[in-house]
């Protein structure tokens, strides 16, 4: 038998990092560079954020521009990666008796998955397949669904979270592209912290005196529980793949297991990204 697919968790940040080449977009390339022959790659987005647990099953995946604001290039980029409607079953089978509903014309892969994979997977010839997030249950499930889903990695198939450890969009301050508020530095060590020696034990960061202010909504933070629980249940210890921050109040950490990763050395973007004038950050939906 080969070995087991990585997982990997990803602050995904601006959509712009779809067309960027910064030190994040290098890391994720390297990730990917490291993954041999995947049968699929099965991404939680912080995007898909419904009222039930779903998976992607159709063969064509559409590729959803949901965001406001950004340039129309952004708007015209296309991620024709296929879907694997045998590996949506595989994912509902493997975390029974949990439900999981089959997603046959509704969703693809919104921003939150593309913008990453394109690096990840920049031939879009690795099939695609997203999972939703149920908003109604409470933290503990999305925990123990990604316990659930860590055999999927010795069937082939890589597993990756991709929101952001904190994210208050209520807090951007675009004037700072490679900043931090202190409440957003202090949340992510905790984090990572907590994902490098105990991530079976990640909710405690619930507790945490910045919690409020690094996580007003759970969105882009249950990614992470999702990592957290395959790691968990793999017995993978976590290793950090990238660490830093945007806008003030966005996290860009990045974690992996089961990969040896070759980090490229930190450079800054050539250029700023642009920012979205055309809405207030907290309708840009990044
Ligand atoms: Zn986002």
Partial sequence: MSDPMPAGFFGHGSPMNTLDHNRYTDAWRAFGDTIGNPRAVLVVSAHWFTNATAVTAMARPRTIHDFYGFPEELFAFDYPAPGAPEVAELVADTVKPRWVGRDRDSWGLDHGTWSVLTHMFPDADVPAVQLSINAVQALGYHLDIGARLAPLLDEGVVIIGSGNVVHNLHRIAWDRPDGAFDWNQRFDDAATNQLLH????VLKLLEHPDYELAVPTPDHLIPLLYFAGVAAASGSRPEGLAHGY?????????????????????????????????????QTNI
């Fill in 198 to 201: 105990a991530p079976e034990d």
């Fill in 246 to 282: 945007t806008y003030g109040s966005l996290s860009m950490t990045c974690y992996t297991t089961g990969a040896a990763p070759r980090t490229a050395a930190p450079h800054s973007s050539s250029e700023p990204q642009p920012r979205p004038d055309a809405a207030p950050p907290e």
